[in-house]
């Protein structure tokens, strides 16, 4: 059993910051890459910055020098650092982790259960 809880959503205003966590527990035999994506209301879930599991970064255009995923592989979690928030930065976010649990010898995709984001004007 894997579980994926993330944290550090809120409202915050035009201008600020927030930092967005999500640690992966369970049976857990490797991680690979790990990704944040976001959902806004009526459009579709878009991918917001990825990291390999050699620290190898990529970021959606319309965040790059804005944001910064980072991760702890001691801890198991993936960290999205979020500055100069703007109000289309307004989404739900979720975490994806690529991984292997102790029970397979595949890898799969698992999902955060999303925190909300709402930066205001």
């Known amino acids: 059993q894997v579980q994926l809880v993330e944290s550090g959503g809120g409202l915050v205003q035009a201008g600020g910051s927030l930092r967005l966590s999500c640690a992966a527990s369970?049976?857990?035999?490797?991680?690979?890459?790990m990704a944040w994506y976001r959902q806004a209301s009526g459009k579709q879930r878009e991918l917001v910055a990825g990291?390999?599991?050699?620290?190898?970064?990529n970021y959606a255009d319309s965040v790059k020098g804005r944001f910064t995923i980072s991760r702890d592989n001691a801890k198991n979690t993936v960290y999205l650092q979020m500055n100069s928030l703007r109000p289309e930065d307004t989404a739900v976010y979720y975490c994806?982790?690529?991984?292997?649990?102790?029970?397979?010898?595949?890898?799969?995709?698992?999902w955060g259960q999303g925190t909300p984001v709402t930066v205001s004007s």
């Open positions: 369970g049976s857990i035999a490797r991680i690979n890459a």
């Open positions: 994806n982790v690529a991984l292997r649990s102790r029970f397979s010898a595949s890898e799969y995709d698992y």
């Open positions: 990291i390999s599991s050699r620290d190898n970064t």
